[in-house]
């Protein structure tokens, strides 16, 4: 029985996840070392292709680096961030010509809400580390740095975003 957006033939179980968190939400390298730690305790799900380095996804979900980004965005664009900024990361493809025609869509987003572009980064990877079957589908990834001038509050980014995304 579907109820709303929920499908229940689109439903797929997860063998488990892992929380790591500082009580008093303090950043700290400890625990983010033990977050990857914690990820090599995921191999016993089967969740790795025959050729022992293509996995299924496993990752981290951490808090924005705000000084790292802002030290990126000096260096790369040779701008200051404002105080309410986003970062979106992409996925895109290998293919020039159909990421070129990805990043448009998203500068078109992101301007159909009044939001700036600042510039794309491209995020630094280790394919050594990849598998054959992984490194068949790789996408490139990058991220864009969005501005908004000082006109908008936290939640009128936030919602913004929300919406370039969609579009986008």
């Not at 990805?102 to 572009?117: M, Q």
């Amino acid at each position: 029985m579907s109820a709303g957006l929920f499908r229940p033939e689109d439903e797929r179980d997860n063998c488990g996840f892992g929380l790591i968190a500082h009580m008093e939400g303090e950043a700290s390298h400890r625990l983010l070392s033990t977050a990857i730690e914690s990820l090599t305790c995921m191999t016993h799900r089967g969740g790795i292709a025959a050729d022992g380095k293509t996995g299924d996804g496993c990752g981290l979900l951490m808090q924005k680096p705000d000084s790292f980004l802002r030290a990126e965005a000096k260096r790369l664009f040779e701008a200051d961030l404002g105080e309410f900024y986003g970062i979106g990361q992409a996925f895109l493809s290998q293919n020039e010509s159909d990421a070129a025609a990805a990043r448009s869509a998203v500068e078109w987003a992101l301007e159909e809400e009044g939001l700036g572009l600042l510039g794309w980064r491209e995020v630094p990877i280790d394919p050594s580390v990849c598998g054959e079957l992984a490194l068949e589908s790789m996408p490139r990834i990058e991220q864009f740095f969005v501005t908004c001038g000082e006109h908008l509050s936290e939640e009128d980014l936030n919602t913004r975003l929300y919406i370039a995304r969609r579009r986008a």
